[in-house]
């Protein structure tokens, strides 16, 4: 159990959800050391309803619950970081985060879910499934077209082919990645090992 100082905010403190694939924000709400224990017990985000002065888990009436991956305190334990999974739109008014549409950076690990949820699926339907079928030398291949293609058309002016091409480019390194059964995380901290600050 973390040690948090409720005394602070008249026994209330801010906690921030953040979604811990993409990392964005996606809501801020408030809990009394009740409703920390119960998110702490149960795994499912709880908050103290300032306006209903009572408990409120977050999803009881949407079904869009949020599960807790990590729970962290700031550095004078009187705020709440909390990354968990979203069963789906978090705000009240249909958007994914209560500060608006999902935002591109962040995406990308959206998107391995995605392909690892296709992948294990196995439905035909799926060109991401029909082509983990086909084997690691098959998406190879593809991942080498695509690289191909992107560089034609970065010796073009026109930047929405590029960006189409880079995109898929991506999207097939991905698949490839979970053929090889790495994870783009390893990927970036093979990145950050690299990185040498000036």
């Known amino acids: 159990m973390l040690n948090i100082d409720f005394k602070k905010g008249d026994g209330l403190v801010p ?21 920390y224990l119960k998110t702490e017990a149960e795994g ?13 888990t977050k999803g009881e009436t949407s079904g869009n619950y ?4 990590t729970i962290e ?3 004078d334990n009187d705020a709440i970081l909390i990354r968990a999974e979203p069963a789906g739109p978090v705000c009240h ?28 699926e196995g439905s035909s339907g799926s060109y991401t499934s029909r082509l983990f079928s086909e084997g690691t030398g098959k998406i190879a291949q593809k991942v080498g077209e695509e690289a191909v293609e992107l560089v034609i058309e970065a010796m073009g002016d026109n930047n929405g082919l ?22 783009l995380s390893e990927i970036e ?9 000036v």
């Open 93 to 120: 008014t249909g958007t994914w985060s209560c500060f608006g549409e999902t935002q591109p950076r962040g995406f990308i690990y959206r998107l391995e879910e995605i392909i690892n949820s296709r992948i294990e």
């Open 162 to 183: 590029f960006k189409n091409e880079a995109a898929d480019l991506l999207y097939h390194l991905l698949v490839l990645l979970r053929a090889k059964s790495v994870n």
């Open 15 to 35: 906690v921030v959800i953040q979604d811990n694939t993409t990392l964005q924000v996606l809501m801020v709400g408030y809990m009394n050391e009740e409703a």
């Open 189 to 197: 901290e093979v990145l950050v090992s690299r990185h040498k600050p």
């Open 73 to 75: 305190t700031d550095c």
């Open 44 to 56: 499912t985000v709880t908050f103290y309803s300032r306006s209903r002065k009572a408990l409120w």
């Open 66 to 69: 949020l599960r807790v991956v």
